[in-house]
């Protein structure tokens, strides 16, 4: 157990429908980020949040978005699915303070559109 | 123009041989951190190992070797003594703006190792 905790493991939904994915970062860690991996793709990164307030933005589609709460876990939804959208996603947190200190990454979700 | 490049497309390698997966990387940032994770069919992603761009000495860690190579911007990942657990794809990734910044990922590289 990496301490990232991403919920649901698995979800299968219906083209344009709204889903929300929830990550529960390590204790401790700030920062929160969102990636996206696509068939054959690398890791795409959607947004960062740090300690409850947007930190940085990738590339996130507008029908996408995101949030971190004051108990640091952080949603990310996704509206209007398309096809497309189905990929894994993961959540990683990091603590800091030095940039040794790496990211931590949840186990993804695994999101398929039909 | 991208930031991590890893172009082999697919490597192979005997049980117990040594293997070297490239990456190449752009940064006009002084300060910066280089990173592979394996990432197994089973998905989850596994750090292993980590370089600074101010660290004098190549990192290790264990089996896994990262020859960093600052002027020509490549940090290559050396696996030694090739283990079948092995056979994963292995991510290139690069910090860079300081401590609790973004990593940016190369689009990965499939090892498969032969018994």
């Known amino acids: 157990d990496s301490g990232v905790t991403q919920t649901p493991k698995h979800l299968i939904t219906a083209t344009g429908q709204r889903v929300t994915l929830r990550c529960s970062p390590r204790?401790?860690?700030?920062?929160v980020y969102w990636y996206q991996q696509s068939l054959d793709q690398g890791l795409q990164f959607l947004i960062q949040?740090?300690?409850?307030?947007?930190?940085a933005k990738g590339n996130i589609l507008e029908r996408f978005s995101a949030q971190q709460f004051p108990d640091l876990h952080s949603e990310l939804n996704l509206s209007s699915l398309e096809l497309g959208d189905s990929a894994l996603y993961f959540c990683?947190?990091?603590?800091?303070?030095?940039?040794?200190?790496?990211?931590?990454f949840g186990s993804g979700t695994r999101l398929t559109v039909v | 123009a991208q930031k991590i490049t890893q172009t082999q497309p697919g490597m192979f390698v005997q049980e117990k041989e040594a293997v070297t997966l490239d990456c190449t990387y752009d940064?006009?940032?002084?300060?910066?951190?280089l990173f592979w994770y394996k990432q197994p069919s089973s998905g989850e992603m596994i750090f292993l190992i980590y370089?600074?761009?101010?660290?004098?000495q190549n990192a290790t860690e264990g089996r896994y070797s990262l020859n960093f190579q600052k002027a020509r911007k490549s940090a290559n990942l050396v696996i030694s003594a090739s283990q079948l657990g092995d056979s994963a794809m292995y991510f290139c990734?690069?910090?860079?703006?300081?401590?609790?910044?973004?990593?940016?990922f190369g689009k990965g590289i499939t090892l498969s190792v032969r018994p």
């Open positions: 990683a947190s990091s603590s800091g303070p030095t940039m040794r200190d790496g990211y931590t």
């Open positions: 204790s401790g860690d700030l920062s």
């Open positions: 949040y740090y300690n409850g307030e947007e930190r």
């Open positions: 940064t006009s940032d002084p300060s910066y951190g």
């Open positions: 370089q600074g761009s101010y660290d004098q």
């Open positions: 990734a690069m910090r860079e703006g300081g401590a609790n910044s973004k990593l940016t």
